[in-house]
């Protein structure tokens, strides 16, 4: 199963993402850390990434995805061409869109700790977001409760989706 936990900064990407790697039996990578060092630079520095900029990156997050038969990856995806440039390395990804309110997650990117993407960001992210559609392999579900909560549900939604498959 390889499957890209997804959404805005502040939902939960990281700390769900590696609860459904556990879950699953699979290893975990924080697509943050697939970022070349440019584009980190450039959101520490307040500055959106454009397409450009994320394009390269995403190839490195499907090419990480077909690395592994059990593999969890957080990575924001906002777009849906964003998930179809996954696609083209990845066919077999599965996506787990996590939802928040704004005030959420201000709250939540206001309590971690020391990170490059600043909260001034997240409106640029949510004029982004293009949550997924039917006919995407994925689920939807709120980000608020427990992330091994959290997990265990996407763990059973993404299980019953690809019996159906």
């Known amino acids: 199963m390889r499957v890209v936990v997804m959404g805005p900064s502040g939902c939960g990407k990281s700390t769900v993402g ?11 990578v924080d697509g943050d850390d697939l970022h070349p060092s440019a584009n980190v630079e ?22 990480e995805l077909g ?4 593999i969890v990856i957080a990575c924001s995806a906002l777009r849906r061409v964003y998930r179809d440039a996954i696609r083209e390395s990845e066919p077999r990804v599965l996506f787990a869109e ?8 201000l709250r939540r990117m206001g309590e971690r700790g020391p990170h490059f993407m600043p909260a ?9 977001l293009e949550s997924l559609q039917p006919d995407e392999p ?12 959290v997990a265990a549900s996407i763990a059973g939604e993404l299980t019953s989706a690809q019996s159906l498959r």
Do not use: C, H, Y
Not at 42 to 63: C, I, Q, S, Y
Not at 120 to 128: G, I, N, P, R, V
Not at 138 to 148: K, M, S, T, Y
């Open 138 to 149: 994925g689920v939807r579900i709120g980000g608020l409760a427990p992330a091994d909560a």
């Open 42 to 63: 450039k959101m520490a520095a307040g500055v959106p990434l454009t397409d450009e900029d994320r394009m390269p990156w995403l190839a490195t997050v499907g090419a």
């Open 120 to 128: 001034s960001l997240l409106d640029s992210q949510l004029a982004t």
């Open 18 to 28: 590696r609860a459904l790697a556990d879950a699953l039996g699979a290893r975990f």
């Open 67 to 70: 690395s592994d038969a059990r």
């Open 98 to 105: 996590l939802t928040a309110s704004r005030d959420e997650l």
